[in-house]
């Protein structure tokens, strides 16, 4: 059974780090690329980027690039989402969630993590 | 950029009816929409992808359908369970990032 399992809410003040993390089991995590996605009541769904556990190749959506870190650590079978200096517009619910391929280009998201509340605020 | 636009925002429906769930894309996106459901405090499940394949387990009440920038989740007779939020996917560009703000379907 393919599962992915996320790090506990956080609650954190604005200029604080945080690392939050998936760890996945029930498949073989190198084999398929991992998301985080983002959600607010604001602004619903929203891709942070994606990670090649193979080869820890990372694509970020341009809101996000530069702001947070994505890594994995193929020895636990787990992904990461990093803020060296949080702010309170991050707060959110983050889900990672697994890519199922259907060509070379045309990926959806087929198995989702419980999702990490993550609350900044001073 | 791909814009996936979802109405309405807010459905009302009584239980044992059906539901119509329609989103549009931007621009031609083939056949590669997804549509997930989604209760409180809960992660999204994938219903379909393909725009009309149904996933593992997905009950024959939910249906996909369309292509190109038309789609639709149709739900027949609505269970206690239906009673969700719905969003709709498109991943035809890498990666997938254009998700439709979401349909409520909530008890009439």
């Known amino acids: 059974e393919v599962q992915l399992l996320q790090s506990g809410a956080e609650m954190k003040e604005p200029g604080h780090s945080l690392k939050i993390s998936c760890e996945v089991s029930?498949?073989?995590?190198?084999?398929?690329?991992l998301a985080w996605v983002r959600q607010t009541p604001g602004t619903g769904l929203e891709l942070v980027g994606v990670?090649?556990?193979?080869?820890?190749?990372?694509i970020y959506s341009p809101s996000f690039q530069g702001h947070v870190t994505m890594s994995v650590a193929k020895s636990v079978d787990t992904a990461y989402l990093q803020w060296t200096s949080l702010r309170t517009s991050d707060s959110g619910t983050y889900f990672c969630?697994?890519?199922?391929?259907?060509?070379?280009?045309?990926?959806?998201?087929?198995?989702w993590g419980q999702g990490t509340l993550v609350t900044v605020s001073s | 950029e791909v814009v996936m636009t979802q109405s309405p925002d807010t459905l009302s429906v009584s239980p044992g009816e059906g539901a119509t769930l329609s989103c549009r894309a931007s621009?031609?996106?083939?056949?590669?929409v997804a549509w997930y459901q989604q209760k409180p405090g809960q992660a999204p499940r994938l219903l379909i992808y393909?725009?009309?394949v149904r996933a593992t387990n997905v009950p024959v009440r939910f249906r996909g359908s369309g292509s190109g920038t038309e789609f639709t989740l149709a739900i027949t007779s609505l269970q206690p369970a239906d009673f969700a939020v719905y969003f709709c996917?498109?991943?035809?560009?890498?990666?997938?990032?254009?998700f439709g703000q979401g349909t409520k379907v909530e008890v009439k």
């Open positions: 969630a697994r890519l199922w391929p259907t060509s070379i280009d045309s990926y959806y998201f087929d198995f």
């Open positions: 029930g498949y073989s995590f190198a084999v398929y690329w």
């Open positions: 990670i090649n556990p193979t080869d820890s190749t990372v």
């Open positions: 621009q031609n996106v083939r056949s590669n």
């Open positions: 393909g725009a009309s």
């Open positions: 996917l498109q991943y035809n560009t890498w990666p997938p990032r254009a």
